[in-house]
């Protein structure tokens, strides 16, 4: 997963990290006018729990939505038992204390009948129940349990949706990604920034079907953990509402929306001319490395390599993005010919870490 607190919720199986509120409106802000009239899908997301689900609801009317739809697997851990329309909380595990059903929620209308502005599980109910809106199960297909993403049942909600919105499991996220990309979808999505470089991932950034969310991939985030979570970690923390918050590194937006962000240049001032010492030579690859962003000279028109938070800065008109070293995404014509069989960059021997290698566009 990239960072020790990820692995470490890997091997306690957990792969839940639900996204806080104040991070959805930051980083959905930048997509609002794509919103008008779409059926907007969280196909990870228990409408119970979820925050996605909450800001699409809230922001129904004021976004111009044509339909919400969210789906939660079998066993997440708030969605109701066997839909009832006062009773949402039988069938529960008495070893896990999770739910064994999963469920669709389908909101058309949004009514906000308290006035306070706000979505509690009451309001959440009441929303569901008003017979404008709906809560059905869902069964899974033999292959898939009930609502994951790759059922039968799932893939034709997907098939209904404009733009898919979630934080699909990160363990997950090659097939999620490929998911989406072969039905065509639009997405706003979160994963982990090393993905960047994934063999499944890396084609559709440089082929321009994939890229970078508005919100920089510098510093970690705030995730919040299920409340079933046996976290043990210094940047684990109770939050103000008494949920179990972690701050997980790495973590970044992931979308084919286009955003302002995508068409902003890079501002360069550094000069290769004044100082080539700079920028040392791969021992296996025809291309200079660049250690810092802020480091791209504006006047070589080579080859680089730039760390993957280059694209955090990546506009397509400025740059050509022409592989990635994790993954052996370098072309061979790069790579010097007794050097082919390395797919990671040398400087004096020594191993680089994790490269993107781009060059100027005239």
Known sequence: ???SQLSAAKKAKNDEFYTRMPDIEHELVHYRDHFKGKVVLCNCDDPFESNFFKYFALNFNPLGLKRLIATCYNGSPIAGGEYQPSL??????????RHRRAYKAVVNVFRDTTGDGGLDMD????????????????????IYGAGDFRSKECLELLDEADI???????????EYVATLVEHGKKFVIMGNKNAITYKEVFPLIRDDRLWI?????NGGRWMIMPSNSEVESPKAKKDRNGDIILNVA???????????KRHEDLLLYRRY?????????????????VSKVKDIPEDYWGVMGVP????????????ELIGASDNGAVPDEYKLPHFKRHNEPYIDGRKVYKRLFIRRRA
């Open 250 to 260: 790495g973590v970044c937006w992931y979308t084919n929306l286009d955003i302002t």
């Open 308 to 319: 993957i938070t280059f694209m955090d800065s990546y506009n397509p008109d400025q740059f």
């Open 213 to 217: 969310g508005a919100t920089p991939l």
């Open 273 to 289: 001319k004044e100082d080539p010492s700079r920028y040392p030579k791969y021992d296996n690859y025809d291309a200079i490395e």
């Open 1 to 3: 997963m990239g960072n």
């Open 123 to 142: 309001d959440i109910r009441n929303l569901l129940d008003s017979g404008e809106n709906e809560l059905t199960e869902l069964h899974g297909d033999g």
């Open 164 to 174: 898919v919105v979630t934080n699909p499991p990160f363990s997950l996220f090659r």
């Open 88 to 97: 949402f909380d039988d069938d529960v595990d008495e070893n896990t204390g």
